[in-house]
């Protein structure tokens, strides 16, 4: 089957058309992420207007590139995928794009000057996340996709964001082309960690006879921040560009990798563990961000109870200030990582742990968990680095593992949408 994903729950606009054979091989046919970083960067973090604006913007186009692309036209793919010219009268067009002029008047606009009315490719199904995410954004997705899949006539199925994180760790091998990989199998029972900016929960993943029929149920979860949020706000108060946390745990790595050889000059602060001893599989790290507010105060000399205007607080402190602060922040996380990802393993009897999430390109999170699974006897399944980011390829993968269609009339953006099933 050949499957069209489409991504837009946050700042990426990611598509990909990918074939998936029953019952584990796979091939990524194209695949095209485009970031809105550089945008949001000015405002300190993701603003939901500017991010649907975007997104309206560039699917259209992106969809056109991906019709378009050489490696469609490869012998090997051509055999199973074409180009084709269709028409539809004016009613049928019409009616197909009907909900666009309500809710989506731009994406309508870049839809009907597009080559996309009537040029299709001769695909399965179209995949859309549906949440969770920042609801804006996902409607553009969620209503492009309805739009398409009206005009090209293709059933369409929804696809929950956590469940293509999870997903995305079976993909061994990104890269477009003609070759057939095969997925990584999991055992009859995971538990995934899932570490993004808007997410931080803990998965319980099963399935039975059929492999491919996955169960999932939310062991635990943020009560406040995400863990990449919490990287992100601490980064911002260190006058770290965004997004803060590739640069706060390189500047955690700077230090830790002197750490074994000097003694610093400044002590470092010992942050909390927040939750690491309660019985539940629940985080919490927005007291994180107060401990390091309060410390950065103490540094400067600002009284602790001056009031808390958080979004404003940024210090201007040296280098070995930031690095400390990033180091003692990692540290303390990453332990609370460690102790609820055990005790989720050890609660579910769990016989593979999977990561999934943008906070796992952090290397040392990384290695630490890897540490755990080893100690555990169990594997540790991560992803690709360009399938831990947002993208396409794991919901257009988790859309092939979806039985049936969805209804089109009940496929809706939910923007806290639950794992569980
Ligand atoms: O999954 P993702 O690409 O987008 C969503 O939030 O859904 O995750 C982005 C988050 C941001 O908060 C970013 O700061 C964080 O992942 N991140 C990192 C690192 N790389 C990205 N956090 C810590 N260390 C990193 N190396
Ligand atoms: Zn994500």
């Not at 945008?39 to 699917?59: C, M, Q, S, T």
Request: aromatic share 6%; proline share 5%.
């Amino acid at each position: 089957m050949i499957i069209l994903g489409i991504e837009t729950s946050c700042d990426e606009t990611a598509i990909c058309l990918l074939e998936h054979q029953e019952p584990n091989k796979y091939r990524v046919i194209e695949h095209i992420i485009s970031s809105q970083i550089d945008l949001h960067r000015k405002y300190g973090g993701v603003f939901p207007a500017l991010a649907k604006r975007e997104h309206a913007k560039n699917i259209v186009p992106m969809l056109e590139a991906l019709i378009f692309s050489p490696r469609l036209s490869h012998p090997e793919i051509a055999k199973k995928i074409s180009r084709v010219k269709f028409s539809v009268d004016q009613t049928a067009k019409d009616s197909a794009l009907e909900h666009l002029r309500a809710k989506e008047p731009d994406l309508l606009q870049h839809i009907e000057a597009s080559i996309l009315t009537t040029e299709k490719i001769s695909i399965d199904r179209i995949a859309v996340t549906t949440g969770p995410g920042l609801e804006p954004a996902l409607w553009v997705g969620v209503n492009f996709a309805k739009a398409l899949a009206k005009l090209w006539d293709i059933p369409l199925v929804a696809v929950n964001h956590m469940e293509g994180h999870v997903l995305g760790s079976l993909v061994i091998n990104d890269n477009p082309g003609p070759d057939f990989h095969t997925l990584r199998s999991l055992p009859e029972k995971s538990v995934a960690l899932l570490i993004s900016g808007g997410h931080t929960e803990l998965v319980g993943v099963s399935h039975g006879e059929d492999d491919n029929n996955y169960s999932y149920k939310i062991l635990g979860a943020t009560r406040d921040d995400a863990l990449g949020e919490a990287y992100d706000k601490i980064a911002r108060m260190l006058n770290l560009p965004y997004p803060g946390g590739p640069n706060l745990s390189r500047l955690a790595k700077e230090y830790r990798d002197i750490a074994g050889n000097e003694s610093s000059p400044v002590s470092i602060p010992e942050f909390p563990r927040p939750m690491i001893h309660t019985n539940d599989l629940d985080f919490s790290f927005a007291g994180l961000k107060t401990a390091v507010l309060y410390y950065l105060r103490t540094a400067k000399n600002i009284s602790p109870y001056e009031p808390k205007k958080m979004r404003h607080d940024t210090f201007d402190v040296g280098d070995d200030v930031k690095k400390i602060i990033a180091y003692a922040f990692e540290t303390a996380v990453t332990e609370v990582l460690i102790a609820k990802t055990k005790k989720a393993i050890d609660a579910a009897g769990a016989e593979a742990l999977i990561v999934g999430g943008g906070v796992i390109a952090n290397d040392y999170i990384r290695s630490e968990l890897a540490r755990l699974a080893e100690s555990n006897n169990i594997p540790i399944l991560l992803p690709t680095k360009t399938v831990s980011g947002d993208n396409a390829l794991m919901i257009a993968l988790a859309g092939a593992f979806t039985k049936d269609a969805s209804d089109y009339n009940e496929i809706l953006a939910q923007g806290n949408a639950k794992i569980d099933k």
